[in-house]
């Protein structure tokens, strides 16, 4: 029960930090973004129509609209925004894990000599039903976060392929204009 326990918060850690990786990566999408589109609003000299400006300009929007909303899909791992008993019906319905569960011995247990009570008055089987049951949430956080952190990165590839199709299409016709002047 003990390795379950310790592979499944490795499991939530990891998928942290895989969120930290999404982010950075929206981040930098972002600053092409922000790149872009200040050559856009900037350039009357562009020799660009308002038809052309507003194409690659609805692009980038897309696109940022796409990293934003990666941005919350991959925040949404970091940490759980409600307690996992308000995140999953089912789990309303557990016995408290104390000592496992910090939110259920935060909830039930007000001060250390509660815990201390607590913990030495636990038998064996009291012990592993409370691991049992932080187990089987651990369980269903790491599913729930890591089906919001594929979410992230799914949206993630389509805000950079609106990026570089845009991009593309911005740069190749920056260069023909200046070749036609």
Known sequence: MRWHLDRYD???????????VVLSAGAILSAGNAVVLARLIDGPDSGLGITTTLAFGLG???S????????????????TPKPSRDTFADAR???????F??????????TYDDFRSSVEGQS???ILAAAQIELWIGIRQHRHRYLRLRAATRV??????????SLTGFVITMLS?????
Do not use: C, H, M
């Open 60 to 62: 980038l929007l897309l």
């Open 124 to 126: 064996y089987q009291a």
């Open 156 to 165: 993630l590839r389509w805000a950079a392929v609106v990026f570089v199709v």
């Open 93 to 99: 319905e557990l016995p408290v894990a104390l000592v």
């Open 101 to 110: 569960n910090p939110t259920d011995t935060v909830r039930e247990l007000k």
């Open 64 to 79: 940022i609209g796409l990293v934003v909303l990666s941005l919350i899909l991959a925040t949404g791992v970091l940490v």
């Open 10 to 20: 490795r499991l939530r850690a990891s998928t942290a930090s895989r969120a930290s």
């Open 177 to 181: 204009e200046s070749l036609w002047t």
